[in-house]
C-alpha cells in the first residue's frame, strides 16, 4: 500500500478495498516509529488526521469522491492551518495555533485529503540542510549521518521514508528541488503565481512558490491539479484557466530538444553528479530526445544577486514578527523599543537574523542602488538568458545540487559554502519560471542524484510528461531507502 | 572582458566595521551583544563579498526587474470581505486586556 501511487492509493480507497482511517493509520504508525529519527515532523494530531479521514470515509462511501480524497497528505510547517500549531520552524511561532487557512490547506481539505501533519523545515525557510530549525535537524532516510537538503527537508525526508502518501513544500531558491533531489523523490516548483501564497507564511514575496514532492512526476500532477488556481487573496496570483497537470504525461518524447547549459557543467560540479546527470541525458535521446548546446551567461550571477532581494524582501516580511500580536514576547524588557529587540534577538536563529540584516542593510540609505537596484536589473539580464535559451529548447536540463547529500555539520559556520549549494536552482525563481527535480542515479555515496528540469512559463503539464516517460523507462524514482 | 563601474566599486570596496554593525542591529530591532556583533561582522563580511560578484557587470540602461510576471496591481471592490475575528486573534496574543493588545508605555 504504501508503494503505490497516489492514482492507486485513490483507486483502492474509492473501491473500499482499504478505508482511509485504516491508511491514516498506518501512516501515524510509521511516523511513531521513524519520526524519532528523522525528525521528519514537528506536529502530528493524530485526532485531527483521524477525524478527517472519517469524513473522507463518508464522502467516498456517498460516492462523492475527488481523486485525493482519503489521502495522507503532509504539510509543510509554513502553511497555516487553523487550529493546528504552525511553527515555521522557529521559536517565534513555537507557541503559534492558527486562527485561519492558507489557502493551499483549504484546497487540500475542499479535496477532501487528509492533512497527515505539519513537516520539519529550515527556520522560516532559510537554509539548505534543514539545520536551522528550531526544532532540531532532520535526517535524510538514505543516510542518518547526511542532511535531507532545505528548506522543505522534512517534507523530502517524509516522502522518501514513506511517512505519507505526498507532501507540499515551498520554494524560494530551490527548497523544493534541492531536498527533493538529495532524498532521492520527485518535486515541482511551478511558474511563480500559479499557486496562491496566501496562508503560506512569506520569505522573499518575489519569489516563494509552493509545489508538491512526491514520489513521481505522474503524483505530482495530482497534487498540482488541486493546488493551483486563482485566489483574490493573493494579490499576485495569476488568473488562468483551470487546467489538467496530467494531460500530457503519455506524450512520446520524439522531438523533444533539451537545451544543456554549458555553465550548469562547469567547476564547481561533483564528478559523480556530472556522471548521472549525463547518463539521464543519453536514456532522454534513447527516448527520442535531441540535445541542443545553450549558455546562460548571467547564470553565475544568481546566487549573489538572490542575496540581495530575497534577504532585502525578508527584512521587510520579517518585521511583522514583534511580539504584539502573535508569537513570541521576551519575558524581560524595560520599553517598548527594548521589548521588540529582545523578542527579536531571542525569537529568531543565527541563520534569520543574518539574512534580516543583510536586508537591512542593503535596503539602507546611500547603499539602496548599489545594492538592490542593482541586483533587479541584474534579475532582469538572468531572466532574458532563459528567454533566448527557450528560443533554442523545450525544456533545460542540468543538476539540481553540485553535490549529493552532505553530512550534517560538515558545512559548518561558513554561510557562505551552504549558500553555494544552491546554484543551480536559485536563477529559476529569479526568473520566476517552473523547475522540478526527479531522481536519476545515486552518487560515490550511495546517496541520491537529482536530474533538474526547468520549462518555459506555464509548462508544467509538459515538465511532468518529460519527467514521467523518464520514470516509466526507469527506476531510479520507485527505489527507497534500506531498512525502513 | 569585465567591465567595471567605477561608482559600485567605491561602495562595495568597503568592509563593514562594528558601528555599521551596530547600526544595521539596531535598524532591524535586534538586540546583540559585542561577542554577537563581532561574530556577525565576520559573516557578513564574507558574504558582501560573495556579493560583490555583481559589481562586474554593466547594468546601464537595464530596467530593474522587480517581479516575475509583469503584472498591475489588481483592484477589487472597496468592500468589507473579511468577518470579525477579532477574539480569535486576541486568543493568541502575547497580552492583551480588555479587548486591546498591550504594549509597554510609549507616552509620558
Redesign the interface.
Known sequence: MLNLSLQQQGLALRARKISSVELTQLYLDRISTHNPVLNAYVTVDAAKSLAQAQAADVRLAVGAADPLTGIPIAQKDIFCAQGWRTTCGSKMLD???S??DAHVISLFNGAGAVNLGKTNMDEFAMGSSNETSYFGPVRNPWDIKAVPGGSSGGAASAVAARLCAAATGTDTGGSIRQPAALCGITGIKP???TVSRYGMIAFAS??DQAGPMARSAQDCALMLNVMTGHD?RD??S?QRDKEDYARDLHRPLKGLRIGLPKEFFAEGLSQDVAACVQAAVAEYQKLGATVVDISLP?A??A???Y??LAPAEA?SNL?RF????????APD??????????T??QG?GEEV??R???G??VL?HG?YD??Y?????????I?QDFVEAFKQCDVIMGPTSPSTAFNLGEKG????QM?LSDIYTIAVN????PGMSIPCGTGANGLPVGLQIIGDYFKEAQMLGVAHQYQLATDWHSRAPQGL | MITYWP??NK??AMSLTTQ??QK??R??????NQAEIEA?RA??S??????????A?D?RG????????E?S??L?EDVVTEAN?RE??Q?????VEGGL?L????IE
Open positions: 507557541n503559534f495555533i486562527p485561519y511558474t511563480y503565481g518575489s519569489l483574490a494579490s499576485t495569476l548571467n553565475k550571477l546566487v549573489p544577486v542575496y540581495v527584512s518585521s514583534d511580539g504584539v500580536r502573535y508569537g513570541y514576547r524588557y524595560t520599553d517598548l523599543t527594548d521589548m521588540y529587540e529582545k527579536r534577538a529568531f537574523k543574518r534580516i540584516m543583510i537591512t542593510y539602507s547603499y548599489a545594492y537596484l542593482q541586483a533587479q536589473k541584474i534579475r532582469r539580464l531572466a559556520d561558513d554561510p557562505v549558500y529569479l526568473a520566476g519560471l | 561608482y559600485y561602495v562595495f555599521d554593525v544595521i542591529a535598524l532591524a530591532r535586534l538586540a546583540m556577525a559573516q557578513l564574507g558574504i558582501f563579498e560573495l556579493i560583490a560578484e555583481m559589481q557587470v547594468t537595464i530596467a530593474p526587474m522587480s517581479h516575475a510576471q503584472l496591481q489588481q477589487r475575528q480569535a486573534f486568543a493568541i496574543a502575547p497580552q493588545y504594549v509597554p508605555q510609549v
